[in-house]
């Protein structure tokens, strides 16, 4: 989206039908190596793209069952990706605020969360 290119555009130049790009999107099909090498190839990036943000469980921590956290996770919504776009717009001070706001908002939330009996 970012490029301009729509999900038929890709699949069209990776050999897949637009509905293969948003089961790979969604995370309904997985994507093999070979077909990641080719999107990255088509969207002009290195394939270490597509892991950024992504951590593995902490050394001595990792469980059976623990995956790597996704940290970019969020960009699959796009309120959340349009409120980064209006963010980096705004000027540092705004910038502080903002953030600050949303600090003090999670704190807020955190502690409520925590008062409810469970």
């Known amino acids: 989206m970012a490029l301009g290119l729509s999900q038929a555009d890709l699949g069209k130049a990776v050999g897949v039908r637009f509905q293969q790009v948003q089961k790979y999107e969604s995370g309904a099909n997985r994507v093999s190596a070979s ?3 080719a999107i990255a190839e088509v969207l ?4 270490s793209h597509f892991f950024e943000g992504i951590e ?3 050394a001595g921590n990792a469980g059976a069952g623990d995956q ?3 940290k970019l996770v969020f960009l699959k919504d796009r309120d959340a990706v349009e409120m980064v776009e209006i963010y980096t717009s705004l000027p540092l001070q705004q910038k502080r605020a903002v953030l600050a706001f ?3 908002m ?5 502690a409520a ?6």
Request: without cysteine; charged residues 35%; negative net charge.
């Open 44 to 47: 002009d990036v290195h394939v």
């Open 35 to 37: 077909r990641l090498w």
């Open 68 to 70: 790597p956290v996704d």
């Open 56 to 58: 593995a469980p902490e």
């Open 113 to 118: 969360d925590e008062k409810v009996p469970g």
């Open 106 to 110: 999670a704190v807020n939330t955190r």
């Open 102 to 104: 949303v600090r003090t």
